[in-house]
């Protein structure tokens, strides 16, 4: 699903980046010439095209940097270190870039965590069981 945002930095900077977003739920593997279809769940995001006050940027790499989404549009050389210039993604760009993935991630810890409860209900009954028929060795 490719999508254009649009939004205003804090320094009031016009940004607009189409983003491409793309779930992989199957993917075609080979193991040693046999070739089988797996279930996976990949995300893949990729910028298209981005423009900064309507110019083209040198880069365009999503990343995360001090707790927030940003995209790198550029890489600045001073003296022997390279200084990334990053943009950061507002909150609604997030959530729409996102969100579909944490809500799929969520779904899947609680299940996980009602699944090790459920272990757990079951290794504490059975371990009960276990200690009360337990004789004393004299």
């Not at 940004?15 to 075609?28: K, L």
């Not at 910028?47 to 995360?64: C, D, F, I, S």
């Not at 899947?108 to 009360?132: C, G, I, L, N, S």
Request: net charge negative; aromatic share 8%; with cysteine.
């Amino acid at each position: 699903m490719t999508s254009t945002y649009t939004w205003t930095t804090p320094r009031g900077a016009n940004v607009e980046a189409v983003i491409t977003v793309e779930h992989i739920t199957r993917e075609h593997r080979d193991l040693d010439g046999i070739g089988y279809e797996a279930e996976c769940n990949r995300w893949i995001r990729t910028v298209e095209r981005m423009t900064v006050n309507g110019q083209p940027t040198k880069m365009k790499a999503l990343g995360y940097y001090n707790a927030q989404h940003v995209i790198t549009i550029d890489r600045i050389k001073r003296g022997h270190v390279y200084d990334s210039v990053m943009v950061a993604l507002p909150a609604d760009v997030v959530e729409a870039l996102f969100g579909e993935e944490k809500a799929d991630k969520a779904r899947r810890d609680a299940a996980a965590e009602r699944a090790e409860a459920e272990y757990q209900r079951h290794y504490q009954a059975v371990k009960k069981m276990m200690d009360d028929d337990a004789e004393p060795y004299c």
